[in-house]
């Protein structure tokens, strides 16, 4: 997650310090994020002064201790307009949790395995879609709303994959049966050349 280049965009609009940027950014995303760790906040604002790409100014306080402002360089605007100039593929690509339960659970054999995964899934998902929904409602920032209606769709394409995974495994028993069965172990070479071959 590129948390460092919204951390740029932010201060781009001005100087701040840890917890301010950590409600500013939590109320710019929305719900659906959930909170920023403010000691990773600090420890992206460390990487960034040092990359060069923010500088921090200590400032004293009467009561509390001081206070570290960060300010964007000129640097870091650079960064950040390359950054928004590029598109952004999926980070951890389509390696999931369910995808690895879903396999696992099909190559079980059983049915009866593969309707509990799927219903405990889709319905954990139908969970997840209409909180979504009851918080896009409440929102009142134009731009949370679009990230939780983004967030909602992502969810409903889990669901269908939830649908498809059901129509593909369950419909016809020989399938899951094929699965169990596995494939035939690989041949190699030396284990075809025979006993006598292998030893001489």
Do not use: C
């Not at 906040?41 to 002064?49: A, E, F, K, M, T």
């Not at 100039?85 to 190559?107: H, I, M, N, Q, Y």
């Not at 979504?132 to 949370?144: I, K, N, Q």
């Amino acid at each position: 997650m590129a948390i460092q280049h919204a951390v740029l965009a932010l201060l781009a609009r001005g100087r701040s310090y840890g917890y301010e940027l950590k409600g500013v950014f939590e109320a710019a995303v929305g719900p659906q994020w959930g909170p920023l760790n403010i000691g990773h906040l600090y420890q992206i604002l460390d990487r960034l002064s040092r990359d060069g790409l923010v500088v921090a100014e200590r400032q004293a306080q009467p009561v509390k201790p001081d206070r570290v402002v960060y300010e964007i360089t000129a640097a870091g605007r650079t960064e950040l307009d390359r950054w928004l100039a590029e598109p952004s593929p999926r980070s951890g690509g389509f390696r999931d949790d369910f995808f690895l339960k879903v396999t696992a659970a099909a190559r079980s054999g059983e049915p009866a395995t593969v309707r509990t995964v799927l219903g405990n899934q889709r319905g954990h998902l139908l969970r997840e879609l209409r909180n979504l929904d009851g918080l896009r409602r409440r929102a009142d920032d134009p731009v949370v709303r679009l990230l939780l209606s983004a967030a909602s769709r992502h969810v409903e394409a889990d669901l269908a994959f939830v649908d498809d995974a059901e129509s593909a495994l369950l419909t016809d028993d020989a399938v899951l049966a094929g699965l169990a069965a596995g494939p035939p172990p690989a041949v190699t070479p030396e284990a075809d050349a025979g006993p006598a071959r292998a030893a001489g």
